[in-house]
């Protein structure tokens, strides 16, 4: 019987050299009959050894350790991105578990939390997360919301709700105003896209936004310019786009954060709008 905790297995590394750094762990007779053993099994069945890192238990025989490290890694990682999240904030963390990472578009992938094996590439990755957002929106496939936009459209869309939305109640309210607006053909008007104009979708301009940012120009301003902006602004989770697909129905039309109460206010009309506002900012 062996006794160990862990072992390692570098890309294109053989077994004799991971087994010869293991030797406190293995034995040498140990050794030996686990090198003839790999030959033999990959001269009949033709089963290689897979790289990665392998948690193995106490008391193993050999051909149970052999089995554990014939498969991809045993040791999972749990990727979790946060709704809302921009890429540059994405990025940040998948550098702790990949070295080739690049930029994810936003429109691509659902906000949720993963498990992966150690040694799974960056791009074997990217393309699961592909595949699990074209399954989760399958669902929704006969949706009376697909038979007005697109999937790039409910993205961008989930993606506004996420960055202006406060839990699901808020986010409830939010999604009628925007589908409300566009019903209208009403300028969106959403300070989360000039935010995300003026920073390059990075979220950091470290002060409040002024009147004279919503004049900047980009087509992602949906101050200046009708209807969706062309991509959307932050990663959408799962939770946002149910409430979406829900099409909560709502006559609002107006809203605004409310500082002192932490909350929006909602209105369906301008007028009452901009009474509530006009109360706001008295009692500042």
């Known amino acids: 019987m062996l006794s160990s905790n862990s072992i390692t ?15 406190t762990n293995f034995s ?12 033999i099994k990959n001269t009949i069945t033709n089963e290689f050894i897979h790289f990665g890192d392998f948690i193995l238990q106490n008391n193993l025989t050999i051909a149970e ?5 014939s498969k991809p890694s045993n040791v999972i990682n749990k990727v979790t991105i946060i709704e809302g ?3 540059k904030d994405l990025e ?20 949720d939390t993963y498990f992966l094996n150690k040694n799974n590439d960056f791009n074997y990755f990217v393309n699961n997360l592909k595949k699990i957002k074209l399954e989760f929106l399958s669902k929704y496939k006969d949706y009376n919301l697909y038979k007005n936009y697109s999937e790039l459209d409910i993205m961008i869309i989930g993606s506004m709700i996420e960055k202006e939305g406060l839990d699901y109640r808020d986010k409830k309210k939010i999604a009628s105003v925007i589908i409300n607006r566009l019903n209208k ?20 301009l470290k ?3 002024l009147y004279n940012d919503l004049k900047f120009e980009s087509p992602f301003n949906t101050y200046l310019y009708k209807g969706l ?8 989770g799962k939770k946002t786009l149910d409430i979406l697909f829900e099409n909560h129905k709502t006559d609002f039309l107006f809203y605004f954060f409310n500082n002192s109460l932490k909350r929006h206010e909602f209105s369906k009309t301008f007028n009452d709008h901009k009474k509530k506002l006009n109360e706001y900012r008295d009692t500042k």
């Open 9 to 23: 297995i570098q890309k294109g590394e053989s077994i004799e050299e991971v087994l010869e750094q293991n030797t």
């Open 65 to 69: 350790i052999l089995k554990i490290i």
């Open 85 to 87: 999240w921009s890429q």
């Open 28 to 39: 040498e007779f140990d050794i030996f009959v686990i090198k003839i053993y790999i030959k």
């Open 207 to 209: 002060r409040n936004l």
């Open 185 to 204: 053909n009403m300028k969106l008007q959403i300070d989360a896209t000039v935010l995300y104009a003026i920073t390059e979708g990075n979220y950091d």
């Open 92 to 111: 940040k963390e998948l550098s702790k578990y990949f070295d080739d990472v690049y930029q994810i578009p936003f429109e691509d992938i659902i906000a």
């Open 229 to 236: 902006p062309p991509k959307p602004i932050s990663y959408v």
